[in-house]
């Protein structure tokens, strides 16, 4: 009854290349989409550059047949170890990231990944021992080196920052069939989330949070939701302590909010 993400995804690009179609802008991905079907669709339907995910179990063809990623990435290091230090297997590369210097040690290098074909293979470490788990990356540009590679899949990561905190604002509760509605759901867990990235840069507003509330506040969107809802019930404290000391009853004070929450 309703498409994939695969399926959507793609008809979403295609939308896309018949609007732009001089743009070549690379598409980058996590593993979940980094599929053999969808990599050719981009490939050679598509015509797009794209920048996939891989997963420690998939696998390279190698001399002795195949090998997962993890195995090969093992023996990989093997070799570094071994190698002449003017001749590494991972070298040093560095990118930039939103105006900040990233370091990784890398290894690129073209391979045949089983069921993808001829890919270029980057395998990133943070540390310099490769004490660390690894990355594997995969792009249908073969003559890409590992620096734009990693770039190229370290600009997606604002992606999943919005999917793991848009999950905090509703993003995933909810209980609705129709597209239109869902689109309107989608909409408001946006502006809700634009709204508190917008707060994230105000001062004044997080210093008149932390004075009212007298909390020390940190500075993620969960937070300053947080802080508001604790705010607002604060305002409502107050608003009702007014109206007693003004000798109003309760149940006069609370009677309108009670009428306007019963009507929405």
Not at 187 to 193: F, S
Request: overall charge positive; proline content about 5%.
């Amino acid at each position: 009854m309703y498409d994939t993400k695969l399926v959507i995804a793609k008809k979403l690009l295609e939308q896309w290349v018949k609007t732009h179609p001089k743009e070549q802008r690379p598409v980058t991905m996590d593993s979940w989409f980094t599929q053999p079907t969808f990599c050719q669709f981009l490939d050679q339907t598509l015509h797009l550059p794209y920048v996939g995910t891989l997963n420690e179990d998939d696998q390279v063809n190698s001399q002795t047949g195949l090998l997962s990623l993890k195995d090969f990435a093992e023996h990989l290091q093997k070799e570094h170890q071994a190698a002449p230090p003017d001749q590494p297997i991972f070298r040093k590369i560095s990118i930039s990231y939103k105006g900040q210097p990233e370091t990784y040690y890398s290894y690129c290098k073209t391979h045949s990944i089983h069921n993808f074909g001829r890919q270029r293979l980057v395998i990133n470490y943070d540390r310099a021992d490769l004490s660390d788990k690894p990355n594997f990356y995969v792009s249908n540009r073969l003559y890409w080196n590992a620096g734009g590679i990693t770039r190229i899949r370290r600009h997606r990561w604002p992606v999943e920052v919005y999917h793991q905190q848009g999950k905090e604002e509703g993003l995933n509760k909810y209980q609705l069939r129709g597209f239109e509605a869902i689109q309107r759901h989608v909409a408001l867990v946006a502006v809700i989330y634009s709204m508190l990235r917008a707060a994230q840069q105000d001062p004044a507003l997080q210093e008149k949070l932390q004075r009212q509330l007298q909390v020390t506040m940190e500075h993620g969107t969960a937070d300053l939701r947080r802080a508001s809802q604790a705010q607002a019930l604060w305002v409502l404290a107050l608003f009702i302590s007014a109206g007693l000391a003004q000798g109003q009853t309760l149940q006069k004070i609370m009677a309108p909010i009670i009428q306007a929450m019963c009507r929405s």
